[in-house]
């Protein structure tokens, strides 16, 4: 969905509009955690199907993707999206991916099930090593010793994050560690679906709303084998509020907060720059695991508030030198094909 600006906007007007952006990613980004926390593991709800919650949200976006076509159509001069007509033979071809996409979800709601918001983001934290890890043993592409620096610090990071959230008061160990290989599995996943979405997006003509699109068609069906085998029907079936207008509601906008985040993700992208909203995100975890440790009522030791320092300020370096190495090779090829 592409909104039309004019290129002679004036420079407050600019400012505004980045800080709205920011404002809607951040708020987007924060809500979609904790709403996924308390659909998957709160007191309130105690239901234990994180594959139909996920399915659901499988449902959301397609059904929002022909929505946001329907808008398109009528109103073409506001807003435009990519005509959605099923191929069979393009969801096909994308089933590798989707295999994926069903595993990052899967496995990022699985660590939302077992650790805690405030871990959540260390929990992660390896998406940005298995990119540099995967990149070269599929892709061939060669990294600095600065930037394996960085990685390095996010592995301590994690690790250190790892054993001091095992000692927090009232966490159980067993649980903490499964949801530490649920978000190992997911950064993994992460990481795989970023390499496939470059070699398969021509698919789709490159268009990212018709990739998600047909990713979510697919998942939806490779999902209602998955919900029948974990025996999530019967739990499903004897949950208390199935019927419950209120909690349907809360599905519906889990939903829609996460089609919204890809949206709000590359718009601040589109208004400010990759490095930028790397920064935001980074802020953006920051204010998330202060916000989530308040809200609990929990307290953290150094080591653990430490951990957290290390894997964001690793993550935000590694953002940074892989920009820095990205100009240096791109000045490099203008002065080669000059001389040329």
Not at 119 to 136: D, E, K, M, P, Q
Not at 176 to 191: D, E, K, P, R
Request: glycine share 4%; hydrophobic share 50%; proline share 3%.
């Amino acid at each position: 969905l592409l909104l039309n600006r004019s290129m002679d906007e004036p420079l407050h007007a600019k400012y505004t509009r980045i800080f709205l952006v920011v404002c809607s990613y951040w708020s987007v980004s924060i809500s979609l955690v904790f709403v996924n926390k308390h659909l998957l593991n709160s007191d309130a709800l105690q239901l234990d199907a994180p594959l139909f919650v996920t399915w659901f949200q499988c449902i959301v976006t397609v059904v929002a993707c022909l929505i946001l076509r329907i808008v398109a159509t009528h109103f073409p001069k506001k807003a435009s999206f990519p005509p959605v007509n099923v191929d069979i033979s393009k969801a096909k071809s994308l089933l590798p991916l989707s295999f994926v996409f069903v595993g990052m979800i899967t496995f990022n709601n699985l660590c939302l099930q077992y650790v805690g918001v405030a871990f959540y983001n260390v929990g992660r934290s390896l998406t940005t090593v298995f990119n540099l890890v995967l990149s070269f043993a599929i892709l061939g592409q060669k990294t600095s010793s600065l930037a394996i620096l960085t990685c390095g610090i996010i592995v301590f990071g994690f690790l250190l994050g790892v054993d001091q959230e095992s000692e927090s008061p009232g966490t159980e160990i067993e649980s903490s560690y499964l949801g530490v290989i649920y978000g190992i599995l997911a950064s993994l996943c992460v990481s795989l679906y970023a390499i496939l979405t470059k070699k398969l997006l021509p698919v789709v003509d490159n268009q990212i709303w018709l990739l998600t699109y047909y990713n979510n068609i697919n998942a939806s069906l490779l999902f209602i084998p998955m919900i029948y085998f974990n025996a999530e029907v019967g739990t499903l079936i004897a949950f208390p509020y199935i019927g419950f207008v209120s909690f349907w509601a809360m599905m519906i906008f889990a939903g829609l907060l996460g089609i919204s985040i890809a949206y709000v993700s590359s718009l601040q992208i589109q208004v400010t720059s990759p490095l930028t909203h790397n920064i935001s995100g980074t802020a953006k975890a920051c204010v998330q695991t202060v916000l989530a440790v308040s809200f609990s009522n929990t307290s953290k030791s150094f080591l653990w508030w430490f951990s957290n320092l290390l894997v964001l300020t690793g993550s935000l370096a590694y953002a940074k030198v892989r920009q820095d190495e990205m100009k240096t090779a791109h000045h490099t090829k203008d002065s080669t094909d000059i001389k040329a």
